[in-house]
Structures are given as C-alpha cells and as structure tokens.
C-alpha cells in the first residue's frame, strides 16, 4: 500500500529571466512502513520537496496524496488540520515552545485539537523515548538530544501516516546522532512507522532502506538498499 504519492510535482519560484524551478516534474511512491532518506547538495530542491509534503508550502502545479488525501487541493484550515493529525515534522533546530515542558510539547498537537491525550500511550512513548525523568523540564532545561527526542514524541503522538525529519541530527553531536537515528529505526521496525530523512549527508542516508537522491529539482537515482 502506497502512503505517499507524488505525481508530476513541479514548484517554480520568480518569473522569466529569474524564474528557477526548484521542482521539475517529480513522481514517486512510498509505501507504508518504508524508511527513505532523500538526499542532495544544497539548493538541490530537497528541502523544498520537504516542505510541501509537510503541508507548508505549496507546488506550483502537481498532486501530492497520503494516506489517499490530496493535500494540494486543501484549503488553508483543512490543510492544518491534516497536517496536525496525519503528518509528523522533526526539525533540526526542535522548534519546541520554550514555556512548555516535555510533557505539554509532546502532547501539543493532541491539545490543540482540543482532545485528550492516551495516558497509557503517552506514558509508553515517553519511555520509548528515555525521556521519563525529564517530564517536568523545560526545553532549556534539556540537552540537544533531549530535545531533538522531544521533537520525535511529538511528531509520533498522534502515530501520523508520515514521519518527516529534515535534517534531524544536523544540530547533534556523534553519539546523539547515532542514538537519535537508531530511534527512528526502532520506530520505524516496531511500529512500521514511514519515515522520510531529508539530509545533504551520505552517513545518514545509509541508515535508510531506500536513497532518493535529487539534483536540480530532479530525482536522479532511487536505489532500494539491500
């Protein structure tokens, strides 16, 4: 079963003389419990690919469904909404609000659909996470790695049908890169959660089942590694 497709997608920015295509014409598929990392130097339109399957950019033309919906033809409220519910975001930098603890930044997105959260599941995740000593504390209270797990539970907390992490470990020192990948993994095995890296970095994609490398908004090799 196909969680991810993309057909045709193109995303354009400027016009005429100055006009750069920063997609040109991507199709793929990703199915349901696969771990992809998608690779590419710097301004390879990698990161532009990632954030119009996070729902926050658009694609000048093309159609990107998950989960069988087709967020591109989704209004603004709509789209929010189904990025809350169904696609997680791990970012480099965490993006966690400084004035909450673990607990509230993991559970935020359940919060903001004004629901509440599965105890048992939370209480689960957060062991997962190695986090349960540290539920009280806040973000500058944390280390790098610490919050970068954070950032995982709250990606996870509503089990997305797609995990989506640019460049996670690229604010990480070795070992928390290596801690912070192997995660990904074990979620990825045990809950055949999809995850896609988005990364300029070769050591990281090697942790993937499947390299999409891009170049001047092209995919230009798909290799499924053994």
Do not use: W
Not at 94 to 113: A, G, M, R, S
Not at 145 to 156: E, H
Not at 167 to 195: A, C, H, S, W, Y
């Amino acid at each position: 079963m196909n969680i991810l497709e993309i057909r045709n997608l193109c995303k354009t920015y400027g016009q005429g003389e100055t006009e750069v295509k920063a997609l040109d014409n991507i199709s793929l598929d990703v199915k349901q419990g696969e771990f992809v990392a998608i690779i590419g130097p710097s301004g390879s339109g990698k990161s532009t690919l990632m954030h119009i399957l996070g729902g926050v950019d658009i694609p000048t033309s093309g159609e990107v469904k998950i989960a069988g919906t087709d967020i591109t033809k989704l209004n603004e409220t709509a789209l929010a909404i189904f990025r809350r519910r169904q696609i997680g975001l791990i970012y480099q930098f965490y993006n966690l609000i400084p004035i909450l603890n673990v607990e509230e930044n993991i559970t935020l997105p359940i919060l903001l659909d004004k629901k509440k959260p599965n105890k048992k599941l939370l209480d689960d995740l957060i062991v997962r996470l190695g986090l349960e000593k540290r539920i009280k504390h806040l973000p500058n209270q944390l280390s790098g790695g610490q919050q970068q797990r954070v950032s995982i539970g709250r990606a996870l907390i509503n089990n997305p049908a797609l995990l989506l992490a640019d460049e996670p470990t690229g604010n990480l020192d070795t070992e928390n890169t290596k801690e912070i990948m192997e995660l990904l993994r074990k979620f990825n095995r045990e809950n055949k959660q999809t995850v896609i890296i988005i990364t300029h970095d070769e050591r990281l994609a090697r942790s993937a089942d499947r390299v999409i490398s891009i170049e001047d908004g092209k995919i230009v090799r798909d290799e499924v590694r053994a």
